[in-house]
């Protein structure tokens, strides 16, 4: 089946700093969806990017997607301590989101 | 409030003890679907349903059972739970699909189930 996959598996930065983290699927999507999660907690959807764009932006987040290269990537820009939890990508199918196993970040204050 | 809402939050049982986890959604969403969470695979999908009296497998359905008779709630059961059903499950809705392209998911808070 299909599956985002993040990379790096883990991210730790200084409160300020810049965050990237990568993602790729295998298959083609009809748009590719960002996730945030606290520790032990629901899901909660940041970002979604369709096939037919390139780049989007909300607040400090910055999504690009190139479909040649079947990849993304998240940026959050001048990090925060509460940006702290594990984000993830998820590729959506024909009836279904297909998550990868996410990215761990750890903003140092 | 809109929500997705999961119950129990927390359980330990014994192998064989047959279990429901409820899930209900008030956002009158179409779709709704379970994930079960274990460290380093991420979010694996269990079973998931499109609509009313219509459910289909995902990745990882062996030992789980679903139903969808209403709208709003998706429970999920293990007729036989055992010990690599431990996990900490999540249930989510969505719109659906929209011009052929997924909306986006809401999740709940989880259940965190372990199985002796």
């Known amino acids: 089946s299909q599956q985002g996959e993040e990379d790096p598996q883990a991210l730790s930065i200084q409160e300020g700093e810049n965050a990237t983290m990568n993602c790729s699927y295998k298959?083609?999507?009809?748009?590719l969806q960002w996730y945030r999660q606290n520790s032990g907690r629901g899901l909660v959807h940041l970002i979604l990017?369709?096939?037919?764009?390139r780049e989007k932006h909300s607040g400090r987040l910055r999504v690009t997607l190139d479909t040649s290269k079947k990849s993304s990537s998240l940026l959050i820009t001048a990090s925060r301590a509460a940006d702290t939890a594990s984000y993830f990508c998820a590729d959506t199918g024909r009836r279904a989101l297909t998550f990868g196993s996410g990215t761990r970040l750890q903003v140092q204050p | 409030e809109a929500q997705v809402t999961q119950n129990p939050r927390y359980l330990i049982t014994v192998t064989g003890k047959k279990l429901t986890v409820t899930c209900s959604q008030n956002m009158n969403h179409e779709y709704m679907s379970w994930y079960r969470q274990d460290p380093g695979l991420g979010l694996r999908q269990i079973y998931y349903s499109m609509n009313v009296e219509v459910t289909d497998k995902g990745d990882v359905p062996e030992g789980y059972k679903v139903s969808r008779k209403e709208k709003r709630n998706f429970p999920l059961i293990l007729e036989s739970p055992s010990p690599n059903q431990t996990s900490l499950y999540f249930c989510a809705s969505s719109l659906g699909m929209t011009s052929g392209s997924f909306n986006e998911q809401f999740f709940g808070p989880g259940t965190r189930l372990t199985v002796l």
């Open positions: 298959t083609s999507i009809n748009n």
């Open positions: 990017i369709r096939s037919n764009e």
